[in-house]
């Protein structure tokens, strides 16, 4: 079964320390993306990437880094300079291309706690 | 830079018809969204209208899409306990970025 998958679903962690997410996808697909989600203000992009070993920055990437050292793997690290990380992280993947409606597929998301 | 806004809640009874509205600013928008977030999950593509189409039909959806307003609007027909969700808009300007709207939380009432 093609699809996106990430994991852990929900985590914890300590003030101060540095955590990382992971989404994997098997779709093929070259674009993928981080949001994160928080009540009542909907998805924020935080980086995206189009090909492997390029990515840029979404609308909140302060705190946060990401790497695509494979077209299947796209972690975001939550770094202790993020101020308020605790929050529901999406990942999603698209295909590439203008000449498409290039829908974005969505993993299961990860809560993450931080206490 | 891209704006999406939709309102945060809307309540209907079940078997009723539900709209739900959303305003984007960009009038570059080639494809606009809807998605469907059940609670705890990630979303799923509903449905999409490109942006020289005036309305979209599918199934029990119907999309209106008023460019010149730059509204959208996403309508569901005989709405039933299952729909209960939170719903996004969301528009694509770029070749990959979409902008999401707040969420409107659908909720289906007995």
């Known amino acids: 079964d093609g699809g996106i998958t990430q994991s852990p679903k929900y985590l914890f962690r300590k003030e101060g320390q540095n955590v990382t997410l992971s989404c994997e996808q098997n779709?093929?697909?070259?674009?993928m993306y981080w949001y994160r989600q928080d009540p009542g203000q909907g998805l924020r992009l935080i980086y995206y990437?189009?090909?492997?070993?390029?990515?840029q920055k979404g609308d909140i990437a302060e705190g946060y880094s990401v790497s695509r050292e494979k077209k299947e793997s796209f972690p975001l690290t939550v770094t202790s300079a993020q101020k308020n990380p605790t929050a529901f992280y999406l990942c999603a993947s698209s295909i590439e291309g203008t000449f498409s409606y290039n829908e974005q597929f969505f993993g299961p998301g990860t809560r993450l706690t931080v206490l | 830079g891209e704006d999406v806004e939709q309102s945060l809640f809307l309540s209907v009874r079940e078997g009723d018809s539900s709209v739900i509205n959303c305003t984007y600013t960009?009038?570059?928008?080639?494809?606009l969204y809807w998605y469907k977030q059940e609670p705890g999950a990630g979303l799923q593509l509903l449905t999409y209208i490109f942006s020289n189409m005036d309305m979209k039909q599918d199934q029990r959806l119907t999309v209106l899409l008023n460019k010149k307003d730059k509204h959208l609007s996403l309508r569901i027909a005989d709405t039933q306990t299952g729909d209960s969700a939170i719903y996004f808009c969301a528009e694509r300007s770029t070749a990959s970025k979409l902008t999401f709207g707040t969420g409107t939380r659908l909720q289906v009432t007995l």
């Open positions: 990437s189009q090909i492997v070993n390029d990515f």
């Open positions: 960009d009038s570059s928008s080639t494809y």
């Open positions: 779709l093929n697909h070259d674009a």
